[in-house]
């Protein structure tokens, strides 16, 4: 509020279309929490913003758990989308963007996945000792649970222009198989979730980040594993490997062209919150929005670069907006380039490129590669500068 009235403090913004609030109650008699009125709300705890639809306004996805042992809601759902109308006003748009499918069951999902369902995972649960603080909660089948999703991470993983993500499943469970999916902007608008054969994404955890690794202009995907965060028992040394997964190009994505870019000539403080639009050259056809910030998923560091899928354009205009008000254009700048703006210069250079990876291969869209080969020796070369 210190711009528009040159006092600093705080007010709950209501009345958006994104801003929900509704309470629960303990019930003596159901002996659990149940919904205080007639008001509910999602209570997503996991918030994530990017344009998906490249009209230049940032849309919202919120997601979570659902076990109502420790994450009690009064909307039983696990994730849900807002598309951004502008003037800071959003729609909850989940079921036009398909994105409904992120509420399945485990049974929904291992069917999706072709995978066997054992008796046990049919069975109910026994209550264990956790159930002390909500004893009314009714035994439920493994199946019936759905995925606890801790972390979405929006990256343009085809080079088609339009945002992609990856949800990832935190749930650390014996008798569950948790997993990252990959879910692809079809490009109207709404998204379609790839099996594990399309994705190469074949395990999960509790955080990733989405950057190109190795600078061939396909965005890669580190996973974060920190099993004891959820669930500190009984996790298998599996469930601790962090885990790098290349992007092989596969799917028409090495076809297409994409644009990287990074920024000198300014302090990382003053850099942080910068929108970067890409246009095609001299007309007003946006290609994408990107922002600047140091955390754009959970417990994670973001590099404070962008990369921008471009499809068919082989040179696009870019135009900078900075927090201070400056706004720096470039025209025709050449794509299937890592390049660097300088924002006190205003000019733009090309960064060195990597030696070729020998460990790429065609397989799936995404091939893991084990973090024991991340040794510095085996790392591509990069052009490094003191920043």
């Not at 290609?287 to 921008?308: C, D, M, N, V």
């Not at 790429?360 to 790392?379: A, F, I, P, V, Y």
Request: aromatic residues 10%; hydrophobic residues 35%.
């Amino acid at each position: 509020m210190l711009a528009e009235t040159d006092e600093f403090r705080f007010e709950k913004s209501v009345g958006n279309g994104l801003a929900k609030e509704a309470r629960l109650t303990y019930d003596v008699q159901k002996r659990r929490y149940v919904p205080a009125g007639d008001n509910v709300a999602p209570g997503l705890a996991y918030l994530f913003f990017g344009d998906v639809n490249n009209d230049g306004l940032y849309d919202a996805i919120a997601v979570d758990g659902t076990d109502a042992l420790f994450t009690p809601k009064t909307q039983d759902v696990s994730a849900c989308f807002w598309k951004n109308e502008g003037q800071f006003r959003f729609s909850e748009a989940t079921q036009e963007a398909t994105l409904n499918t992120l509420n399945r069951s485990y049974g929904k999902w291992y069917r999706f996945f072709n995978q066997q369902i054992t008796p046990r995972q049919k069975n109910p649960l026994p209550l264990g000792r956790m159930n002390k603080s909500q004893p009314g909660l009714p035994a439920t089948p493994p199946m019936d649970f759905r995925p606890y999703w801790g972390d979405l991470v929006f990256a343009d993983f085809n080079n088609d222009t339009h945002l992609d993500f990856v949800v990832l499943d935190r749930r650390e469970a014996k008798l569950l198989e948790p997993r990252s999916i990959l879910y692809m902007n079809r490009g109207n608008g709404a998204f379609a979730p790839k099996p594990t054969t399309f994705s190469g994404l074949d395990d999960t955890g509790i955080a990733g980040e989405a950057v190109d690794l190795n600078n061939d202009g396909l965005v890669d995907m580190f996973i974060s594993g920190d099993p004891d965060n959820t669930a500190p028992e009984g996790n298998s040394d599996q469930r601790y490997e962090d885990k790098v997964y290349l992007n092989t190009g596969t799917h028409g994505a090495r076809d297409n062209h994409w644009l990287r870019l990074r920024f000198s000539g300014i302090s990382h403080a003053r850099l942080l919150g910068t929108r970067i639009e890409i246009f095609e050259p001299g007309t007003e056809a946006r290609l994408g929005t990107r922002g600047i910030y140091a955390e754009q998923s959970y417990k994670s560091g973001s590099p404070l670069e962008a990369h921008f899928g471009l499809a068919n354009a082989s040179q696009v205009d870019v135009t900078v907006h900075l927090l201070d008000g400056r706004i720096i254009r470039l025209e025709c700048v050449k794509a299937d380039r890592f390049v660097e703006i300088n924002i006190e210069k205003e000019t733009v250079r090309e960064v060195g490129q990597p030696k070729s990876d020998p460990r790429e291969r065609q397989l799936k869209g995404m091939e893991l590669l084990h973090t024991s080969d991340l040794l510095l020796d085996n790392l591509p070369d990069y052009e490094l500068e003191p920043r």
